[in-house]
């Protein structure tokens, strides 16, 4: 089993739509979670951490159920410019290295 | 800019041959950390420096890969002898002493090998 597991895609929305990704990870004792946002041919880039409690950024929603070892993130009324890959990351803890899943693909159109 | 920068943004080379790859990170983070990424997949860690002292290295860092970062600052990677498999994207990334980690990467080398 992957260590973070999330579901290609690609998910192609129209603009305005409200579109739901969703990750499981596999280390029960993992510290702190992360969307990041890579574009094409570019860095990833840190979009928002993961609370316990959720959290929200505008458009954005993240959310932590650490019993279910799942995060999700919420994108309300989507826009030409979120495409993008949206990366979900994982801090294992002891040790450093952050774990990525594969990313989870998004177009949204006109 | 503060960020974190890499060069070269691109590298083409030959089986074979040698590269070396340079980051600067972020002025104020002493953690410095080095991914690859091929297409597809998201970034798979290298190796980590606090400071001057390399702390982690996965076991992707086979005996042809070094990396240093002599003075605490800029960090370089070598590959040796390198192989049609090496090419990838090469992400290095940077943060404070945070408990979660937060990382800010760079634009990345692209590395093609023929």
């Known amino acids: 089993r992957k260590e973070v597991e999330q579901d290609p895609g690609p998910f192609n929305v129209p603009e305005g739509a409200t579109v739901a990704f969703n990750c499981t990870y596999s280390n029960s004792a993992s510290q702190s979670f992360f969307w990041y946002r890579q574009d094409c041919r570019k860095e990833p880039k840190l979009l928002m951490s993961v609370y316990s409690s959720g959290n929200e950024d505008g458009r954005f929603t993240a959310q932590l159920n650490r019993a279910s070892q799942y995060i999700s993130l919420l994108i309300r009324d989507s826009k030409l410019s979120d495409s993008a890959t949206y990366l979900c990351?994982?801090?294992?803890?002891?040790?450093?290295?952050?774990?990525f899943g594969t990313g989870t693909q998004l177009k949204v159109e006109l | 800019d503060t960020g974190v920068s890499q060069n070269p943004r691109h590298k083409i080379t030959k089986r074979g041959q040698n590269v070396t790859f340079r980051c600067d990170p972020i002025s104020e983070h002493n953690r410095l950390y080095w991914y690859r990424q091929t297409l597809g997949q998201g970034p798979e860690f290298l190796t980590y420096f606090q400071n001057e002292a390399q702390l982690e290295k996965s076991r992707l860092l086979s005996d042809r890969f070094s990396a240093e970062r002599p003075k605490g600052s800029f960090s370089t990677l070598e590959i040796q002898r390198t192989e049609q498999g090496d090419s990838a994207m090469y992400l290095c990334a940077s943060s404070r002493d945070r408990v979660d980690n937060e990382q800010f990467f760079g634009p990345g080398t692209r590395l093609t090998v023929l």
């Open positions: 990351v994982v801090y294992p803890g002891g040790g450093n290295k952050l774990t």
